[in-house]
């Protein structure tokens, strides 16, 4: 079972940014997307930005312009630089990478998660 870890979340000023890195256990191929989704408290999960397998990014519409999604050249792990943050970005952040495997079941792989959390 591939296994994914993110790093870099923490404690920040508003105004401030954060840089999220994401790891896997093994490689992870045919993936249709590679992204970060954040959840708050009595909040459902959300979209923060994604990369699509050919290359496309969409974001969830409260960080557009301000948070970057995209994708290590070695690795291919998926990385967030997050930038002009503020309270409502409080949450904790999740890696998420979702495909087909080679026998066509489609997989979904989720990170425990990282707290992020934006001070005024």
């Known amino acids: 079972q591939v296994q994914l870890v993110e790093s870099g979340g923490g404690l920040v000023q508003a105004g401030g940014s954060l840089r999220l890195s994401c790891r896997s256990s093994?490689?992870?191929?045919?993936?249709?997307?590679m992204g970060w989704y954040r959840q708050a408290p009595g909040k459902q999960r959300e979209l923060v930005g994604i990369v699509l397998s050919g290359g496309n990014t969409l974001y969830g519409d409260s960080v557009k312009g301000r948070f970057t999604v995209a994708r290590e050249n070695v690795a291919r792990m998926p990385w967030l630089q997050m930038n002009s943050l503020k309270p409502e970005d409080s949450a904790v952040y999740y890696c998420?990478?979702?495909?087909?495997?080679?026998?066509?079941?489609?997989?979904?792989?989720w990170g425990q998660g990282t707290q992020v959390t934006v001070t005024t």
């Open positions: 998420n990478a979702k495909g087909r495997l080679v026998n066509g079941d489609p997989y979904e792989y």
């Open positions: 093994s490689t992870i191929f045919s993936s249709s997307s």
